[in-house]
């Protein structure tokens, strides 16, 4: 069972780590840093985007628009970080309710 808890606590971190490179690729790109036409550029920013999209959008239709300023990544990484803590506390209780395998 520690196991499984293990293995998804590892696939959020994954997670977590997409959206922020996600993020800082999207910063290069506008401010000019990377080439945005580069095939490779190109390549990495359309895969984390469709990586993370599907977290993202959800977050980005209920806030308020900020203008420029996009923080449905700090959110999804907040969420992220707190289901983390959730399963932890889950793996703990079942731990001393005596079922663990």
Known sequence: M???FWL???LIHLYILA???AVVISMLV???VVD???QFVFQISDFLNRVTAPALNPIRRVLP???AVDIS???AILLLEALQMLLADIEIHLEMAG???
């Open 2 to 4: 520690s196991a499984i």
């Open 8 to 10: 998804v606590g590892e």
């Open 19 to 21: 959206i922020i490179a």
């Open 30 to 32: 506008s401010f000019g």
């Open 36 to 38: 945005g036409r580069n």
């Open 65 to 67: 628009n900020f203008g």
């Open 73 to 75: 990544p700090l959110i």
């Open 99 to 101: 079922l663990t395998f």
